[in-house]
């Protein structure tokens, strides 16, 4: 099965907004076994709407839109693509009772402009949207299957999932299946050398991508079955596991501060920060995690060097002999964090994150870093490349990993 | 002068990785006055490369592509470019000795994959690339101009800066401007009715761009010359922050935390921060910015009860009377973070940031956040929709604005 995506909007080709629509879509298609052959991308034009729609039927069997299916006066995917067939547009009366509930429901009138929202082209198939007002609808262009979808990413998605996938599941030909393994700790090219073979030996295509700082390795199989695709696509993950190591830590939608916390949950443990370079990020991320206060307690960020000595009592003798970014430093500042904050295991990280302040035994990009629990201190140092966001990015990650490797060492 | 962008790799198309190159093109040809017609995006195939090149300056005067130059052999846009147009691919000596001397400064040997990166179809203008291995080329196709840019964004831009734009510049017939200014505080929908009227009184166009929490209002201004559109675009931005008053909190690359740490600084202040359910964000956003060690002293993470009563003082008969999320709570937190941490100002913040523990009485989305001074303590409380991220980061925002109202108000 091969696939298109229409993406119209005059906010899209001003660059005003990210094209997010396009990227999931194409990950979801890929994922289903539908090779994409190309995404289009057209403002709010009568003529480049057809022209558009018309190009990726051609090109494509299944056609997925997204946008100009709202009230106003410059929404008109609708009325384009009912002029590209040569279709009437009639009003769909469920659909208007539909929108009339909706807005009845949120104390909105129901405005004329609204009305358009309930008319699709004769014949056309309606897709019911249960997150908005716009429905969508799905008709035949030259031979390929389009669907017009709503450009609210949280009215696409499920109108997606309940409409394309079923459609492109039922037309494929083989059974797929995949398994998303996310890793952190290697660059691409290495966990690329790594997995040298396996796609090969177990017939099964590895594909990457990048979240600085972490790799996600996919691995998609297509059986004869989706069973027997699922069963070939986790032989080859299991291979991809026994090549990688530690450096896998999760699956499907883990994140890195996911991981350590669901580490620190299973040994009942609890864990506090101390951060200067970072700033709170390492707490942002440990927290980005609903449930994180089974485990983590809180931090101190000691940005200012009187916060260092004052409140996480880091020896000001030792600052003033060895700098705040040093070993020492943020050893003592760990084992501050883990007195002061009363937590099992705590975490420090002091550094130049730049782009200003770096000097030649101290460059920007140097992190020192510790971890402080009942067994001892632990400290490591990254040199970490690019801009400060980088920076910043990859030390609160190896920090983290720092504490992963403590905890699966312990056992 | 009207514009298409093609983004060429296998990559986009199976959305492994986000097109922010799209994005960042549309949004500087816009603002360079072109119309963009179309964003074409194809996989690494010869015959879809050829054909979005030809629809693509069918379609516009300036066609701008990206990718598939690269020396793997998945990197074939130059090959396609030479064939649509019937040219031969002739090596390029001066390019061939910057690959090498490029390679030879990095320590790596020449391979012979990099010796296809030097050549370009006969006739085609050579974009230098000082950022990395992959020149560009620029040449004729149906009388449009087509500008082969390698995908590397940080190599990309500053080939576009050098010879996209002037070659835009030196085809438009008017002058042209831009003010970008940045919001923050009311929805779009409220920013776009009160800036009703100005694009017709002020000859400008009024763009938004949505930077959630943010909103980015773009003055455009079309003239004779360049001087005159700046003119006519300082007028409009006058009018802009008339009409929205402290709304506006800044212009071009400033943000939010930015703006709040510049009052700081201008009013040699220093700040520091108590976060409950923002885990760290707020002290990661003001650190963002290098230099922020000017006004940021340091913060404390109270995420669990004992930190706050421990740490920040907050006193255990109110946190058991009122709850963690509380005004009574937000004050003590924020005066404790005040003395403890030695600023003048700081913030405080506690609420429930979902999904789960939202009650009745406290619902997700609602936040108690206070700011200290030697003045006293104001208390504030939100409720955010949204996520559990977009709630933090509201909260977040909301916060720096308190901060930023205090200091206004105190002049």
Redesign the interface.
Known sequence: VNGAILCIGTE?????????N?????????TLGVE????????D?DA?IRE?VA?AAR?ADVVVSTGGLGPTTDDITTAAVGRLLGLALKRHAPSLEAIRARMARYGRAMAPSNEKQADFPEGAAVLPNPHGTAPGFSVDVEGARLFVMPGVPGEMKPMFETNVAPFVRARRTAGMAQVRMKTFGLPESTVNDRLAGIEEALCVTI????HFPEIEVKVRARAASDAEAAEQARTAAAAVRERLGRVVYGEGETTFPMAVGALLRERSL?MA?A?S????????L???A????DY?????????N??KT??LGVDPATLEREGAVSEAVARQMAEGARR???ADVALSLTGV?????GTADKPVGLVHYAVATRDGTVARKILAGGH??MVRHRAAFAGLALVREILLDAD
Chains 1, 2 share one sequence.
Do not use: H, M
């Not at 396009?22 to 890929?30: C, D, S």
């Not at 994409?36 to 403002?43: F, G, K, P, T, Y």
């Open positions: 899209l080709t001003r660059g005003e907004i990210e094209n997010t396009a990227t999931w879509l194409a990950e979801q298609l890929t994409v052959r190309v995404i289009l991308v057209v403002d034009d480049r558009a190009s090109a594909g990457y991508r990048a609890t920060t951060e370079c970072t700033g709170g990020l390492v707490g942002k440990l927290t980005d609903s449930g994180s206060s983590f307690v809180g931090g101190v960020v000691s940005y200012a009187a916060v004052g409140v002061v904050l009363g994150a730049g782009p200003t302040g400060r966001g």
